[in-house]
Structures are given as C-alpha cells and as structure tokens.
C-alpha cells in the first residue's frame, strides 16, 4: 500500500464517539442540524451522527478548492444547491481537514447570512502549521504535521477516500497518477 497509517481505525472510533457525546451534551434541547462539507467529511458525518442521541437534521453543502495535492492558485467554489434551510437553527458545520481555513471560513459566512441562529464549527483533522485564516474550530478530532493525508474521506486526486484510516502518502506518490502501481 503507498500509504502509511497515521490514525488507525480504531483511534479514530474512539476520538469520533467522544465528539459526538460531546456535541450532543452542548446541542441538548436546541435546534441543531449538521452541516456537512462534501465530499471529504462524508464518513466523519456518517459516524458521527450514530454518536450524537439528540434530535438533529443534517445538511450539506459542496465546496471544492483543491486540485491534487496543492491549494496554490485554486479558487474556492460553494455549490449550496443542497443545503438546508438553516433559518432559526443552531448550524454546526462540519469538515474533514482544516488547513487554510478558507473553506471554514467563508462557509460560517454563508450560513451566518442565511439567518442561523448560531454557527460553529467541527473537523476531524487540524494541520499544524498551515493555517491562513484566523478560525478556532469549537471541536477538532486530532491535530496533524504538516503532511498530506489521505482516507477515511480525504482524497488524494478523487482516490483514497475509502481506506477506513487516515494515512499519509509515501514519498514519490504525490504528483504521480494515483493509480499506479
Ligand atoms: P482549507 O480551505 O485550506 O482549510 O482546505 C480545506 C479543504 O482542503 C478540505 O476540506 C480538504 O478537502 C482539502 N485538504 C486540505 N488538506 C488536505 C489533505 O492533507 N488531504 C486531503 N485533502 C486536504
Ligand atoms: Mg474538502
């Protein structure tokens, strides 16, 4: 495999249901609904939600910045042709990475204008040391170097997002056509 595991399955089960116990403790009794970021925090929101036993709706929304493995000189585009209708309710968004912080942070933005009640944030991955824009996630499954990952959602060129870690790309993969062998 020409990835090696960073956060193994069972670490990140673990970390993923404290989170969840977590936002359900904080949201009990509110209005909440998730919103998620696709495609990269397809599976955190899957299993998320199973942690979360308080009533709440989810949503998504569809942004996409990155081309590869590089965000240099790309554009953030938002599709919300999807997303809900987040009037009066306390929206928390949800994402897979946070690296910039320009997706965040200009989808707490989107939301906030769409009349939610309150807006804050979850992602599963913080990168250290990568960070443009000022934004403190209010929960963050685990902090990483400053490496490319790929699995449990994260893509690497479209592929990877099934592997049920997180891992890193061994030397060599990157700028190479993810299938090879
Ligand atoms: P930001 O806007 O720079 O914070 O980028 C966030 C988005 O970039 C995430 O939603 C991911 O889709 C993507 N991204 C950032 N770092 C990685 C990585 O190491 N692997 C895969 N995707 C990443
Ligand atoms: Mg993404």
Redesign the pocket.
Known sequence: MPVEVLIPEDALRARIHELGAEVAREYAGKPLTIVA?L???LIVLADLIRSIDVPHRIGLVH????RG?T?TGST?VINEALAPDVADRDVLLL????????????LVDHIAVRGARSVRTAVL?R?LG????PLEPDYCGFTIPD????GYG???DDDYRHLPYVGVLKEGMIGRPPRDP
């Not at 990568?130 to 824009?133: A, E, F, G, H, W």
């Open positions: 970021v495609t990269g925090s942004a996409s910045s990155y493995a965000t953030l994402d897979d990475i946070l690296d910039t912080g320009r997706t965040l942070a200009a991955l990168k990568r960070q443009i824009v490496a490319f990952v790929v994260l893509d690497y």
